[in-house]
């Protein structure tokens, strides 16, 4: 999202996407309302796609809730982490 005005290329390379697929997938966002193509202005041969602001919104809630998820993953595998190492020790203890 940083980067608005990428070429179909740039944001395929980033995402991993083959430009066949991508362009599939753009001509999805772009009837959804999501983004838009211009020209370049310096290379009329190239398409830039700009999110919309209804693009950007989503955009913004995609990344709160990956945020979010994140937050809770390292949470639950820290709170893993311990359980795991308080059976480590009760084992060693008992081999011991």
Do not use: Q, Y
């Given at each position: 999202m940083e980067e608005d005005g990428s070429t179909l290329k740039e944001i395929g390379t980033k995402a991993q996407?083959?430009?066949?697929?991508?362009?599939?997938?753009?001509?999805?966002?772009?009837?959804?309302?999501?983004?838009?193509?211009?020209?370049?202005?310096?290379?009329?041969?190239?398409?830039?796609?700009?999110?919309?602001?209804?693009g950007r919104e989503l955009g913004m809630q995609v990344m709160e809730l990956a945020s979010d998820f994140n937050l809770q993953l390292r949470t639950s595998l820290e709170d893993l982490g311990e359980s795991f190492e308080k059976s480590l020790r009760i084992i060693i203890e008992d081999i011991e």
């Open positions: 996407i083959d430009s066949s697929s991508m362009t599939v997938l753009v001509d999805k966002l772009e009837n959804e309302g999501l983004l838009e193509r211009k020209l370049d202005s310096h290379d009329r041969r190239a398409i830039r796609v700009f999110l919309t602001p209804k």
